[in-house]
């Protein structure tokens, strides 16, 4: 039986004008949805419906759409992850990445985690690009998000050698049994009884997947008409191996792969041929082989301004024609605060305040989020798109006084503010509490497969460190 629930005279609510092309501030509207789909938004309804909610404490809103995350990694490094540097390869990922190992239990923990933090600011669609495990389609169809299921597959992994040396452990059969596992996986997600679950192709890293890899996973991506996603100029240490290698930045690499189009989704195209840190490359072609081509870049600021690192710069990017969509790459999952992090960092970058703003991280994190993954029927709030739809609580302390409710969002409250959350007109999150996963159990797992995994990172290490050793404690410990 179909169930149809009527939002009444909603104090804020951003709709989208397809006449100018962008969201818009509207005052008193009603929005109705019908099952999965909204059916109508305007000034007076009176139709049928089956349950009200009153909206005159409510901004409604879009849901979110999150492209770039590894959310069965990320929460088991929290703690861990934020201040760790490695010198010697000018990035702590490569020596994590080799000794950090979980069980299927600990990876499934983490993932309900990251999908309850998701849930909780406001995300209806995310990307989660994980390393396989099993339970994975069962969990995300378990959290009612809408979710792209992208096992990350690879020709080889990194190999921390010793003194700033990286070698590389290649796999006998070039990464081709975990493609097609891949595959297998994305079909599984695709044909899941709920409807909610999609697929893309996800080889690792630029670096780390051999060229018929690359090339073979993008021609299945092109024909069954799946996003593509690459890790590609995200560290200094790839871009300057790319170069000696193959004489070319990592983007005109992989444009010379043919593997950039309207379908490829770049996480996370920063170290271009013009940006600071690498004063040698001054082609200055990247960008513009970036838009030609309408691949799109998965921006992911909190990470890498961490690290001291930033996109230059955003705005850039966007007067070039380039598509920009949000992720969150690192725990949290808070897209809000990724939101805030892409209008700081960004105007930091660009050196000035002009540089971006809310309107447009908003639009990166719903129509441009959308355009990625090539979806015309999420991001916004209009007849006939999907009732993917956030409602934030105005009388929430953070969000009050109200003047400007999408700058009280991004700016102070984030996911504070958020009270409920529809996606497929199904509830899923009320008064701020995840309604389809065991938030509790969930961080108890989480809590033990941590311990686990950084008990034994003496075994795989390099040098054989402790994790005391390798990420020492941000203060030092009195015993
Ligand atoms: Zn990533």
Known sequence: MSKTTWIKDIAWTILWDEDTDQHVYARHSNLVFRDDQIIYIGPNYSGEFSQVIEGGNLFVMPGLINIHSHAAHEPAEKGVREEHYSPKFFSGLYERMASFWMEAEGYSAAAEVSYCELLKSGVTTVVDWSVPFDGWIEAMAKSGLRGYITPEFVSSTWKPVGDGELDYAYKEDGGKGDFEAALRIVKAAEN???????????????????????????????????????????????????????????????????????????????????????????????????????????????????????????????????????????????????????????????????????????????????????????????????????????????????RDPLLNLIYHAADRGVKDVYVDGEKVLGDGVVLTIDYEDALRRLEQAQRMMLGQVQDYDYAKRTIEEMVPFSLPVRR
Not at 245 to 260: K, R, V
Not at 336 to 353: F, L, P, T
């Open 192 to 402: 899941h009884e709920s409807g909610r679950l999609s697929g893309a192709i996800g080889p690792g890293q630029i670096d780390t997947c051999s060229k018929e890899l690359l090339r073979n996973s993008y021609a299945i991506a092109q024909s069954t008409d799946r996003p593509f996603m690459v890790h590609i100029a995200q560290l200094t240490l790839e871009f300057h191996s790319m170069v000696e290698q193959h004489g070319m930045t990592p983007i005109q690499y992989a444009d010379s792969l043919g593997l950039l189009g309207p379908t490829t989704v770049l996480g996370h195209a920063i170290f271009i041929d013009e940006h600071s840190s690498i004063p040698e490359r001054e082609t200055k072609v990247d960008l513009d082989f970036i838009a030609q081509s309408g691949s799109s870049v998965a921006h992911c600021p909190t990470g890498f301004a961490r690290g001291g690192i930033a996109l230059e710069s955003i705005a850039r990017y966007r007067r070039t024609g380039i598509n920009l969509g949000i992720g969150t790459d690192q725990s949290p999952h808070n897209l809000i605060e990724e939101m805030r992090a892409a209008i700081i960092a960004g105007r930091m970058a660009g050196d000035s305040i002009r540089e971006l703003g809310a309107a447009e991280v908003l639009r990166m994190a719903t129509v441009g989020g959308a355009s990625a993954l090539n979806r015309s029927d999420i991001g916004k709030l209009a007849e006939g798109m999907k009732a993917d739809i956030v409602l934030v609580d105005l009388s929430e302390s953070s969000m009050r006084p109200v």
